[in-house]
């Protein structure tokens, strides 16, 4: 068994629905050990669309990295994700943030998640279930890169749970 750590969001229909019945699923494919609070945060790339709901789990799974990033894909689409642009709204986005402490870089998946370093709406949710957790390239905990963004994106806490 593998801890992976797993960032959930989406922006359509009942948000707060589509976390519930994603974490559900995690755990059709592994045992969820531990789930952050919900955190509302502002689209950032694309600015015309409603806010996230964001939130992170964490995952222990039998599941190969590639076998699990084609599961969570899987649990996107049952739950009635359809394809769209790059960083434009969608009912769910099921991320694999790291995985154990690999570091891979494939054409299907890179991981730690190549951009969580610089995203508050990742990094707040991980730092509330893995703040020691060490980013196995950069060599410094979650809590470090939290405390390290030096600004404030605008991630409020919500909820304590979906």
């Known amino acids: 068994m593998t801890s992976a750590l797993i ?11 589509a976390l519930r019945a994603a974490l559900a699923a995690l755990s ?10 919900v955190y509302e ?18 995952l ?12 969570l894909k899987g649990i996107e689409r049952d739950l009635g994700r359809e394809p769209g ?3 434009g709204p969608r009912l769910l986005d099921l991320d694999i943030l790291m995985y154990g402490d690999a570091v891979l870089d494939l054409p299907a998946l ?3 998640h190549p951009r969580i370093a610089e995203r508050e709406f990742v990094l707040r949710p991980l730092a509330d279930i893995a703040p020691r957790r060490l980013h196995p390239a ?15 994106q605008g ?4 909820a304590t749970a979906p």
């Open 7 to 17: 960032g959930l969001g989406g922006n359509l229909g009942d948000r707060r629905s």
């Open 28 to 37: 059709t494919i592994g045992r969820v050990t531990d789930a952050s609070p």
């Open 41 to 58: 945060t502002a689209p950032r790339h694309v600015t015309d669309q409603p806010a996230f709901l964001n939130m992170a789990a964490a």
């Open 60 to 71: 222990e799974t039998a599941l190969l990295p590639l076998d699990l990033l084609h599961a």
């Open 85 to 87: 642009p790059r960083f």
């Open 110 to 112: 890179r991981v730690p």
């Open 138 to 152: 950069l060599g410094r905990t979650v809590a470090e890169l939290l405390a390290g963004l030096g600004e404030d």
């Open 155 to 158: 991630v409020v806490q919500v």
